[in-house]
């Protein structure tokens, strides 16, 4: 239940605001709010900025040092707060433009993928009790309250995160503060709509199924901006930048709709690759020394599954992003004959697909709905895993249309 | 006398650093220099980032906040520094990227023309006694001693200035700490080498004499950090930032050395417009009610000339330059019935040449010397002013070549 709120945190990616056209159309819609809100805007850099910065930064250095590069990329969103704040002042609104350290967030000295310690709002509520609209330049902090101090970034979905962190920071159950991320998706599906053209928005979702969403595969805000609004119980609306139209908003579960469908969405991912270790032999210490020389090598592993072993030996299978998969295959040459593994198979072409939602929790009986329907397309399961609110198979990429379509009609979301 | 100093600061402009290539060879010069001495590098926006910049936000503002444009332009040097200090590390120099807060700059909060007020030089005194080559972005400071304050840029000239003021902070008669401004000029001439190929390059020149040579029209360096150089006694060598050949160095004057050419360099500048204010009245407060007007509207006023006055009516005269004479025309139309001028003229094909040296001051003579050298060349003089250590003439444009020849051949500068 979203009612006019004191205070909002706008964020806009930086594709909305790639040409000084788009800069307007943006000012106007933060301009329309200010007038019944104190707003805070949160900026990613203008388009291709960071990109071509990574780009020219790489030819003077192919191995550009982190904190260099934290400075370098910082100041793609100071440029964009910048611009956005006289757009603002185009249309007659008064605005100020904050870097992350006028902002005072506060974050460890770690470059690169930085986290926030805090915020210091000191500036910031001045200036919005001045009736100003604050543009805050995203994806960034600084490590000390001093102006010696080091600029950080704050890695993936880092402008997500600072939205969030500052809605947090401002938030109280008395006078709440929401957070509104803009991006070029309309809200959160009960599948991918290109898929499947009865997939539903959804009109909310809880923060633990929107975890479960983007993790599978629903590139729609970054799980890191997700998990904080969580723990500061702060509301988010994901909603499209450029259309007038309502979003999802996602918030804490709402355990009073008993009616509602325990399945919330069908999540895909086929950005997956299966590597399997033929015949290792099944004594203690293999999978931690195989799963410890991937993290070393910073390699993500998902799904898992280890089969029954037979004569002494076992067959481990697990999944990495499709990007990883080279390296990982790379890892794992390097220490097969040290695990003492026979093969090692891998399987580019594979893609996850997931049933999420928390009321499957309480309820048996989903996993076997899903698999029975996967059967019946003829579709093989791969490997499965599981969580409190999710289910999970990999199955062959080809069948993943197939798979979200057949999903999407047994759990009745397109009702 | 230079030996070799412990503390050097190196500056270079946006153009020694316009691509990665040029970049390399500018990390070159710095890495082979802090071989034997604590380097400091201040550096410019690459190539034409600064110009790019306004030209963005003027497509998103016709009338940008200079607070904004600050914040705007700032980024230039952050992006250029942190570049830099990437090509440092490509060749194995340690070092380290400062924006203008992390080297202390604390400026007044005046923007797009702050001037410094103090240098905390606590960081960059840490950083050098690591062994690093602290790499400071130019041209801005930081309003107050704290995260919350505002970026400020330093006006024209603004990355000369925060060289030799941070030469200053680090500057005692103990341990001097020398500045060296790179540039596209290979020191300062008797006069401009494209006019006059017998042009000697000084070894050096006192502050003195390079303001005014500066203020003529010899683009070497902005004033202002001459002054601060002057101010604070830093040496300030000149120098070309591709070729290895000696520049000039800017210094104290050396009273003792006798012998030395009283007249040290001809400046010339063709940036000039003449205004005459015909048959003025010639009664009090008129000047001052004119040249009030020209300063609220920000024009500067160089050579003023009053001719003597008949029946009552003065004309007056004075240069602008050529790019403030339209605005300088309107300002003067609207008030020429208030100070009963009868016509206002503007030339714009005029130019400004001047001799200058400290020798003069003490020995007369060098006024008529030059007076007699343009009448013989037929070189007509609208209008005269001098200093202690400067004349100057306006002539005709077109003149301006012969001018500045047979001026340096008139004082032997060429000898």
């Known amino acids: 239940m979203r009612s006019d709120p004191l205070k909002v945190v706008q964020k806009y990616g930086g594709s909305s ?21 104190q707003v ?16 020219i930064a790489k030819k003077v250095n192919p191995r550009p040092d982190p904190r260099e590069m934290d400075k370098l990329m910082a100041s793609g969103e100071q440029i964009s707060s910048a611009l956005l704040t006289m757009a603002l002042h185009n249309l007659g609104c008064d605005a100020v433009s904050f870097t992350g350290a006028q902002a005072g967030i506060i974050t460890e000295n770690i470059a690169t993928k930085a986290r926030i310690k805090k915020i210091d709002t000191k500036r910031l509520r001045q200036e919005l009790n001045k009736g ?20 950080t970034t704050l890695g ?14 401002l938030n109280t159950p008395e006078d709440p503060c929401v957070c509104e991320i803009f991006t070029d998706v ?20 809880s923060y633990e199924e929107m975890l479960e969403m983007a993790t599978q595969g629903a590139k729609v805000m970054h799980n890191r901006a997700v998990e904080l609004g969580w ?28 009616l509602r469908n325990p399945v919330k969405g069908i999540a895909h991912d086929t950005d997956v690759a299966k590597i399997t270790l033929v015949a290792v032999p099944d004594r203690p210490g293999i999978a931690s020394r195989l799963f410890k020389a991937l993290t070393d090598g910073k390699i993500s592993v998902d799904v898992i599954v280890q089969n029954m072993s037979a004569r002494g030996k076992t067959d481990i299978s697990f999944s990495v992003a499709e990007d990883d ?9 390097s220490i097969k004959a040290d695990i003492g593994a026979e093969d090692v198979i891998l399987t580019k072409d594979v893609a996850k697909i997931s049933i999420v939602g928390s009321g499957m929790e ?22 499965i895993t599981t969580s409190e609110i999710r289910i999970t198979c990999l199955i062959k990429e080809d069948r993943i249309m197939d798979a979200v379509r057949v999903l999407h009609k047994t759990f009745e979301l397109d009702a």
Chains 1, 2 share one sequence.
């Open 231 to 258: 723990v500061y119980n702060v509301e988010i609306l994901v909603a499209h930048s450029q259309k007038e139209c309502p979003g999802t908003v996602i918030k804490k579960e709402d355990k009073n709709m008993e």
């Open 362 to 383: 309480s309820q048996p009986g989903y996993a076997a709905s899903m698999f029975a329907a996967l059967a019946e397309k003829d579709i093989n399961i791969l490997a």
């Open 132 to 151: 100003r609209v604050v543009v805050v330049a995203g994806f960034q902090g600084i490590t000390d309250n001093n102006i010696w101090a080091d600029i």
């Open 17 to 37: 605001v790639a040409t000084p056209e788009k800069m307007a159309v943006v000012a106007g819609r933060v301009a329309k709010r200010a007038k019944d809100a």
């Open 325 to 333: 998969s080279d390296k990982a295959m790379e890892i794992i040459e």
């Open 186 to 205: 309309e809200g959160v599906y009960t599948c991918d709509p290109r898929i499947e053209p009865n997939a539903k928005k959804l009109d909310t979702i």
């Open 40 to 55: 805070i805007v949160v900026i990613s850099a203008m388009g291709d900025t960071t990109d071509d910065l990574i780009a």
């Open 156 to 169: 993936r979905g880092g402008s997500d995160t600072t939205a969030v962190a500052i809605a947090a920071a």
